[in-house]
């Protein structure tokens, strides 16, 4: 990389303008299994496609893309936010101090992907141009927001490392739930390191939810089939009624998946006779198993437990997969052997008085995430010592 080389940032309308190859350069060098499946070219168009994201939906996707001589070295999945939906890093506190201080909050930028709670990179650059391309990136949302007078910039789910790269920026902390593997040959060699109470819990558990009378299979790649999307729709817009009010998703984009993303793609089934009645879908990283939706049509007692976290946790461990991250919320993960773990997101606030009163409450919030991990991983459900080891 020639350091005096000019870096061009450039705004594109869309993921869709900008050629595979040249994001998925940035997204995923090396090729591969992405290490992020969600910042892959392929879903984030498909975002696109489905009109998932876009205008009526308050993301507008407007990326920001940095070149050098003409190539592309660095891109952000940028969007002009209207609302604070989908984000699972809420700001929705700080917008309404803001509205009722006279300020307009909205629109506001939001370097994410939508509705998706996982950490990732947000700064994707190619090899060696990590440094001055990660530079170019925050310059050019400071800019923007800047120039277009709006109040904030957000970048969420972001890594610990850009997070602590990005000078003048707020760093927010919290958490969520994850499953770490410790080399586990077996689901039960999972389960021995557990507690004795813990141990039988989970075992009977399971035991319960399997009791629904019907079969679970795991499918992905050519197994999937457009009957099985057409089933997890139903599930999907369950669970998205009931929580949002509506579906982030449309239908679309199951189609998109099918389509495009099978490979990228785990779903986990529950049939009895002969028919889905529940289902769990996650998306496979090279290291990681994220799991995204869930669904029924049917009530079981511990089949969402099953289908959401031991069969991930199954999965992952035949595949000598690092982890499971299952998604935001969820205190009754830990039960299940996911401990808490730090989440983080940097914050661009113009207003200097509004930037230190927020700067403020973040310093709060971290003393309070960092003993709240601290307090829910001593209570997590592992073993404290040699002897308790018996069934």
Request: proline share 5%; aromatic share 12%.
């Amino acid at each position: 990389m020639d350091a005096q080389l000019e870096l061009e940032v450039t705004l594109a309308n869309g993921v869709a303008d900008v050629a595979a190859a040249e994001w998925d350069a940035c997204a995923n060098p090396g090729g591969g299994v992405p290490l992020d499946p969600f910042t892959s070219h392929r879903f984030l168009v498909a975002l696109e496609a489905s009109g998932s994201v876009g205008q009526r939906s308050g993301w507008l996707p407007r990326p920001l893309v940095v070149r050098a001589k003409g190539r592309v070295v660095a891109v952000a999945p940028m969007y002009v936010k209207s609302h604070s939906q989908g984000e699972y890093i809420f700001d929705h506190s700080w917008a309404d101090a803001w509205e009722r201080a006279g300020g307009r909050y909205y629109p506001k930028l939001q370097v994410a992907v939508p509705f998706t709670p996982a950490t990732g990179r947000r700064f994707l650059c190619r090899p060696e141009w990590e440094v001055a391309g990660r530079a170019a990136l925050l310059g050019g949302i400071e800019q923007i927001a800047a120039q277009n007078g709006l109040s904030s910039a957000h970048v969420t789910f972001c890594t610990e490392t850009e997070a602590t790269a990005a000078p003048g920026w707020l760093h927010r902390v919290t958490q969520q739930y994850h499953w770490q593997n410790q080399g586990y040959e077996s689901y039960d060699a999972f389960l021995g390191v557990l507690s004795s109470r813990k141990r039988k819990a989970l075992r009977k558990e399971r035991a319960a939810a399997r009791a629904f009378g019907g079969s679970i299979e795991t499918l992905t790649g050519d197994a999937l089939r457009p009957e099985h999307w057409d089933a997890f729709w139903q599930f999907y817009q369950d669970t998205g009624n009931r929580k949002w009010g509506r579906p982030y998703l449309t239908r679309a984009f199951f189609d998109e998946v099918q389509a495009n993303l099978r490979d990228d793609v785990l779903l986990v089934l529950a049939k009895r006779d002969g028919h889905p009645i529940a289902g769990a879908l996650n998306f496979i990283g090279r290291e990681t198993l994220f799991g995204r939706y869930w669904g029924c049509i049917e009530d079981h007692p511990f089949l969402h437990f099953e289908l959401c976290y031991h069969q991930a946790i199954d999965w992952a461990i035949g595949r000598g997969m690092a982890r499971v991250e299952a998604g935001a919320q969820g205190e009754h993960k830990l039960a299940r052997g996911y401990l808490p773990c730090p989440v983080h997101s940097l914050h661009w606030i113009a207003d200097p008085g509004f930037r230190g009163a927020v700067g403020r409450y973040l310093d709060a919030e971290r003393a309070a995430v960092d003993e709240e991990i601290e307090v829910a991983t001593a209570l997590g459900p592992f073993r404290r010592s040699q002897g308790d080891d018996h069934d």
